[in-house]
């Protein structure tokens, strides 16, 4: 039976193929996942874990926490409602991405690449290098932050920081990269005791967990819509979905251990999502009251601001954390990258090689670590607004990641008793369609910066009315395509996609096309009016 996977499979590099080797156990090639006994389960999900937890935990970086701490600094607990509402997104989007990684052997990019040709996926690729290079710097700035606060120096900080993020990646073996990794994802729970000893007020934040509101009423409207696309930008990155399928793919996860990176992946949604909220709470307890509320700088005045209220220890266990969040952030984004070139230029891309066996892999890696590192040493580079722009450009690209995502997961030669379901059809398509709602009311923001309430109901109306239409029309033609091709999901435990060059490349209907053109054409301009808007908060204006 092994024999006929792997000669099945559609890996590019051989090293995806062999032993799961992760931090904490190993599978054998031929273990195809069943075992019985309580005992036996843990220790297979045990050998599993590790994309879903490093990439959730990942997405709490230096970018989250200036996100998640100017939303409790300025506006208290009345966003948290935002993190409720992104955990099924959250799950849904890395769930079809880790099926992909596990079912194809292939990662995001290069399934772009070849399933829509050179030209969507170029726009794929240069968005995600453009956007994961410029939040590798605010990783570095979190790293600048979090050492200066602790009272050490600027420039050997940044530099030893590089030095361990690009030594952890070059040790040659996945199974210490990992154990680095989960180790870094582990001290993530220094929240906890910096939770307790703030003590926010937990009967506020559970009724603004499930009680939706807007702060600040309709003259600051524009500027929190701006922190609400920036909390969807840092929660649900883009570069989230390029890192967990390519790093499912090096594991050598297989469709017959899909339960258990499910639980491996709602295990870091429920950390990410409660760090999130820990960090809101804190900073909401440290600054209510204060002349600091509502005057967010970044991330080390919170760590100010929480010492002022609850003690040294508290800001100092803060700092730490900041900085460990920035390090295992900037493994992600950078593997994310490097994972994202080796696919499309077909190079070597793995950690079970060593950098001789991979040299092109290893030098994107280490170059874009090193490339930011020296940006955030330029004295004079304006680094809290990049913080702020990076979070918010992912909110906005989103949706055209998200898109792609959906379209692969709905192409039947890719996935074929994998393909997505129905509802999950449905339920992608109605957060592709809030996430460009999002993007108009921005747009709206920026253009009339005296909007009124009313206007953006209006906007969010129309945008239901369209989204209402469009899901009766796509219905329509889906119930049609059912009849004609219903799907057969038996033995997909043993599916593997073919190897790319024997699938045809899908007919990309006129409509389609002009659609997916509109909304690329739309969101650049939403792109650079984000700009506009935050060259605009940054002057005072």
């Known amino acids: 039976m092994t024999t006929t996977i792997e000669t099945r499979n559609a890996v590019l590099d051989d090293a995806h193929i ?25 220790k297979t999900l ?15 970086d230096a970018g989250a926490f200036a996100t998640y701490g100017q939303a409790g600094q300025d506006y208290g607990t009345h966003l948290l409602w935002t993190l409720l509402l992104l955990v099924p997104v959250l799950y849904l989007n890395q769930e079809m991405v880790l099926r992909l990684g596990a079912v194809t052997g292939v990662g995001h990019a290069r399934l772009i690449l070849e399933r829509f040709g050179r030209f969507w996926g170029a726009f794929s690729v240069i968005d995600l290098f453009l ?29 030893l920081a590089a030095v361990i993020i690009i030594a952890s990646g070059f040790t040659g073996s996945f199974r210490r990269f990992e154990r680095i990794a989960i180790a870094l994802c ?19 934040m559970a009724h603004d967990f499930v009680v939706p509101a ?40 297989t469709p017959r251990f899909m339960k258990y990176e499910k639980a491996d992946l709602w295990l870091g949604i429920v950390i990410v999502v409660i760090g999130a909220a820990a960090v809101m709470g804190i900073s909401t307890a440290a600054f209510s009251g204060t002349r600091d509320f509502g005057h967010f700088t970044d991330a080390a005045g919170l760590a100010h601001g929480i010492a ?19 390090i295992i952030g900037a493994f992600a984004v950078s593997l994310s990258t490097a994972y994202a070139i080796g696919d499309v230029f077909g190079i070597k891309h793995s950690l079970h090689r060593g950098v001789g066996g991979a040299k092109g892999f290893y ?18 580079s304006p680094l809290g607004l990049l913080t702020e722009g990076v979070q918010t450009l992912a909110g906005v690209l989103l949706p055209s990641a998200t898109v792609f995502l959906l379209l692969l997961c709905n192409d039947k030669q890719v996935l074929g008793p ?15 369609g809030v996430l460009v709602s999002l993007s108009i009311i921005l747009t709206a923001s920026v253009l009339f910066p005296d909007i009124t309430a009313g206007a953006i109901l209006d906007i969010m109306s129309g945008c239901g009315v369209a989204g209402v239409l469009a899901a009766g029309y796509a219905f329509t033609r889906r119930r049609t395509a059912t009849k004609e091709d219903p799907i057969d999901r038996t033995g997909r435990d043993e599916w593997r996609m073919p190897p790319l060059e024997t699938l045809t490349r899908p007919v990309m209907a006129t409509g389609r096309r002009i659609g997916m053109s509109a909304l690329r054409g739309y969101l650049f301009v939403a792109m650079v009016l984000v700009i506009i808007k935050l060259v605009q908060v940054a002057l005072g204006q």
């Open 18 to 42: 062999g032993d799961i080797k992760g931090a904490l156990g190993t599978i054998k090639l031929g273990d195809h996942g069943e075992r019985r006994g309580m005992s036996a389960k843990l």
């Open 46 to 60: 045990l050998a599993i874990l590790g994309p879903g937890l490093i990439v959730m935990v990942g997405d709490n």
């Open 131 to 159: 956007l994961n290079a410029l939040t590798l710097v605010t990783e570095f700035i979190g790293i600048t932050l979090a050492s200066g606060y602790l009272g050490l120096p600027k420039v050997a900080a940044v530099v």
């Open 186 to 204: 582990a001290g993530s729970l220094l929240l906890v005791p910096i939770y307790f000893l703030v003590h926010p007020k937990a009967s506020q």
């Open 214 to 253: 807007i702060p600040g009423g309709s003259s600051q409207l524009s500027t929190v819509m701006l922190l609400i696309i920036g909390i969807v930008g840092t929660t649900v990155a883009p570069w989230q979905l390029f890192f967990q399928q390519s790093y499912v793919i090096d594991k050598r996860i």
């Open 308 to 326: 002022a209220h609850s003690g040294k220890l508290a800001g100092v266990l803060f700092a730490i954390a900041l900085l460990d969040a920035s």
């Open 363 to 380: 030098a994107v890696y280490a170059g874009l670590v090193g490339a930011a590192a020296a940006i955030v040493l330029v004295p004079g």
């Open 418 to 432: 994998w393909v997505n379901g129905p509802r999950t059809n449905a339920f992608t398509a109605a957060v592709v």
